[in-house]
């Protein structure tokens, strides 16, 4: 079971990583600060915050849906727009933006976090892991 939760939360890192790398890699095409490095390193940032919401949010939230029997997909795609929204509202990690620039973070976080959610989900839920195989 641990190494399944460990799995799921690498998909999870690992998607945000990805999906982060990508939207900023396209939106810096023709900027004045274009480059790849510019992008590995927020999505970089964007990985190291996701493992920790993965082990202080995630993880325990997946034990309280199992003990609740409610590992639907939805609980877990509403479950993680909360980390979001509070760290983008809370911490405000770009600066003092204006109120549309953070509900923009707070849109893109969420739908990171949305991502996320559902890969942690395949792999901890829907997807069981395999116990033994048989001959």
Avoid at 19 to 28: E, G, H, R
Avoid at 40 to 68: C, D, F, G, N
Avoid at 83 to 103: A, C, H
């Amino acid at each position: 079971m641990m190494k399944s939760l460990s799995v799921a939360s690498l998909y999870t890192v690992l998607t945000v990583f990805v999906t982060t790398f990508l939207v900023s890699a396209v939106d810096s095409i023709g900027a004045a600060y274009s480059s790849l490095t510019i992008s590995l390193l927020t999505a970089s940032v964007a990985a190291i915050v996701a493992m920790v919401v993965v082990m202080t949010w995630a993880l325990p939230l997946h034990y309280v849906l199992k003990k609740l029997e409610r590992q639907e997909l939805h609980w877990y795609l509403l479950a993680s727009v909360v980390p979001s929204v509070m760290f983008i509202y809370g911490f405000k990690p770009f600066g003092q933006d204006s109120s549309i620039d953070l509900m923009k973070q707070a849109l893109f976080c969420s739908a990171c976090g949305l991502l996320g959610a559902a890969a942690f989900w395949y792999r901890a839920v829907y997807r069981k892991p395999i116990t033994s195989r048989s001959a």
